[in-house]
């Protein structure tokens, strides 16, 4: 499989797809006013603290408040707060009850790190617990455990390389090994550490220094923190196409990862990079509801507040499978293998259900279970998968730190207000009707009525009897002007004598 990072560099927005065989898989938009926040280390000052959901509000000096939970305070154990209780057997018990004003206390100066970005009216949520990420390891300052990436599946390499780690820890900070350090030297470990070493040091003395609230450490821009912890051998090309960008990052290699950097080259084609790697195109179809499979199957994405809800239609497909049986098992297949590279495409998170074709036989639905959990293995976001249920779901849950990357490149409809859906022009004309019932007891007798020109004309169709029947109905007279300004699910009225705009006057 050919892996690629192509990299799009404008005046106002930078663009990061990743291609597996030419075929979108991850896409990542940092925009000057939407720059991400995670990994941002901040001496921050405690506003508010509310034992009762057991967190605090951390002024950083944003427009919104970070978020900080009693159960990321560096340092945090569950078990050190208890309080002796009486069962109603009358046997006294421990119970296990935080208390985050043991920890915090309002108008201090706290150090936190953003560990997810801000959603919604959600402030963004941090932790006490800093890390430092760099390319081979992660420095925990104040902390003392050690411990190896899950990605590094030999047990031999996880032995070697805790062996390692264990050798050179200082012993007032924690490290964990991240996956591309198999395979490498003991040297080159101790230099990353170093390195991170001084950069935590700089941290320190900055924050001594330095008033609250006030960013004291910011995370590396999008396209460099690829280099750190993306491009490895497993990595064809890294392409970009701003020259003064391809020297930074080429810099940057010769540092992390010299045996990679003559896999960096600069985009010289005349075409737009994206257009020239077919990833317009393959942005434009991640806008929409429905992804069509092979042999007219489709999957369906339906986002709400609470989860993400996933749709497998057989639709037109009848399938070359021996039974009617095997051919929803083709099209399962076929969707999970879709639905795993639409998460990470859309960087979708939360509670996530997949309604897959049910299938009587059970030796299928573990088959697609398996299917789904290893087209899964290469999504870098944490998750978990439950079992297949009787109704042929797979419900599953997905690390959510910033919003979808849906959410980031769009707004909601102004018209339908994200619903997908707007009244139709009868619902719309019924709208008008009752309008019409609440003037028509008023003295005003004339009217002007501005709609979009598909309501006029549902008005005006059949020589304007709609409109007629109206008029003689409520007594009153009524002329209608299109306007292809206006919604199609909202109408105006104006006064014909005056043009006073009447419509908030009657409306329900």
């Not at 995370?219 to 003064?244: Q, W, Y």
């Not at 997905?398 to 018209?415: A, F, G, L, N």
């Not at 619903?419 to 022009?425: A, D, E, I, R, W």
């Not at 004309?429 to 007798?445: G, N, Q, T, V, Y």
């Amino acid at each position: 499989m050919k892996t690629q990072i192509v990299v799009n560099v404008q005046v106002h927005e930078s663009r990061i797809a990743i291609l597996e065989d030419t075929k979108l898989v991850e896409l990542l938009v940092e925009r000057p006013d939407q720059r991400r926040m995670v990994g941002n280390i901040f001496k921050g000052k405690v506003e508010r603290v509310l034992p009762g959901i057991q967190a605090a509000f951390i002024n950083i000096g944003s427009e919104k408040r970070a978020f900080l939970h009693v159960s990321d305070v560096a340092g945090y154990d569950p078990f050190a707060d208890t309080e002796t209780d009486e069962d109603d057997d009358g046997k006294r018990r421990k119970r296990f009850i935080p208390d985050i004003r043991k920890h915090v206390k309002p108008g201090e100066d706290i150090l936190v790190q953003i560990t997810k970005e801000p959603m919604g009216t959600k402030g963004p949520r941090c932790t006490t617990e800093l890390s430092l990420p760099g390319r081979y390891l992660v420095y925990i300052p104040g902390q003392g455990h050690y411990g190896v990436s899950r990605k590094i599946r030999s047990r031999k390499e996880r032995t070697r390389i805790r062996n390692t780690i264990r050798k050179i820890k200082p012993d007032d900070a924690g490290i964990i090994a991240r996956s591309a350090c198999e395979d490498k030297s003991e040297e080159t470990l101790k230099r990353d550490l170093e390195y991170l070493i001084k950069e935590s040091e700089e941290i320190r003395k900055k924050a001594e220094v330095l008033d609250s609230p006030i960013l004291i450490y910011r995370d590396m821009g999008m396209i460099a923190a690829m280099v750190r912890d993306l491009f490895t051998s497993d990595m064809d090309e890294f392409i970009l196409d701003s020259k003064s960008e391809s020297d930074k990052i080429r810099a940057y290699a010769k540092k992390v990862v010299p045996n990679l950097v003559d896999r960096i080259r600069l985009y010289d084609g005349e075409n737009p990079i994206f257009d020239a790697y077919t990833v317009e195109p393959q942005i434009e179809n991640m806008l929409k509801r429905k992804i069509w499979l092979k042999k007219g199957a489709s999957i369906v994405i339906d986002n709400t507040e609470a989860m993400t809800a996933i749709d497998v239609n057989s639709g037109r497909n009848t399938g070359r499978g021996k039974t009617y049986e095997d051919t929803l098992l083709q099209v399962n297949l076929a969707a999970a293998d879709e639905v795993a590279r639409q998460l990470r495409l859309r960087d979708l998170g939360g509670i996530i259900a997949i309604d897959f074709i049910d299938m009587e036989i059970a030796e299928n639905r573990k088959n697609l279970q398996d299917s789904f959990e290893k087209a899964m293995e290469d999504d870098r976001a944490r998750y978990k998968i439950l079992p297949i249920n009787d109704f042929g779901m797979i419900i599953m849950t997905r690390q959510r730190v910033r919003q979808s990357i849906i959410e980031r490149i769009s707004d909601p409809c102004p018209t339908c207000g994200g619903l997908g859906m707007v009244f139709s022009p009868v619902t719309v004309i019924a709208r008008l009707e009752r309008w019409l019932m609440r003037a028509a007891k008023s003295e005003k007798k004339r009217f002007l009525v501005i709609s979009h020109p598909l309501v006029a004309g549902e008005l005006s169709s059949s020589g304007s009897e709609r409109l007629r029947e109206l008029e003689s109905y409520y007594h009153v007279r009524l002329e209608c002007f299109p306007d292809p300004t206006v919604d199609p699910d909202e109408f105006f009225v104006l006064d014909a004598d005056t043009g006073e705009e009447l419509t908030e006057d009657f409306a329900g």
